[in-house]
């Protein structure tokens, strides 16, 4: 019988203690494999390219560019790779940023191995996950956000739009609120755009997050 390929990871800090522990963690995963490291973030994106992982935990602050300005830049070059912070800060001005560059996790260097691994697991699928307390920030800066422009208007959804929305809290992708609701992805998407233009939200995170706050889905 066939072994199963693994999800080839790329891993960049500037910490080689980091890196190394970062190894063991998906070492000891069966289904992942490190294929390469970098300690800054222009060898990230470098090393990306040559390596197209399937996924790259990177560093936030790191010498030459940052992890934020890697991020966008290396899912320009490579759209279909997946990228996970890993990082100390736990701030907004940290976590929004790297969200807004495209990355599909975030997580501390604090958080226990299972975690980090599960959010790794989640973004090769395409579904977001956040360490609590980066959620807890992305809460903190729309509620700030409101508090500065006021509330929108009360919004009205459709079943669907309803369905969808709960789907989409449990962390779904498309396809996976597609299969679940017996229609197809083009749908899935069409009431996405739908609900972000209701919510006057930027994108799925920021949707979520909105619907919670307005006591629709539960997280």
Known sequence: MTTPAKYRVLIADDES??????????GSAGDMEVVGTAADGRSAVQVAVNLRPDIVLMDIQMPRVDGVEATAELLRALPATKVVMITTFTTADAVVPAL????????LKSDPPERILSTVRRALTGRTQLSPT???AVVGHLRDGDKRNGLPPAVTLTSRESEVLKYLATGCSNKEVADGMGISEKSVKLHVTHLVSKFGVRDRLQL???????GMVEL
């Open 100 to 107: 807004r560059a495209g990355a599909l996790g975030y997580v």
């Open 17 to 26: 203690v980091v890196r190394e522990t970062l190894s063991v963690y998906v």
């Open 134 to 136: 980066a959620l807890d």
């Open 208 to 214: 979520v997050i909105a619907a919670h706050k307005a």
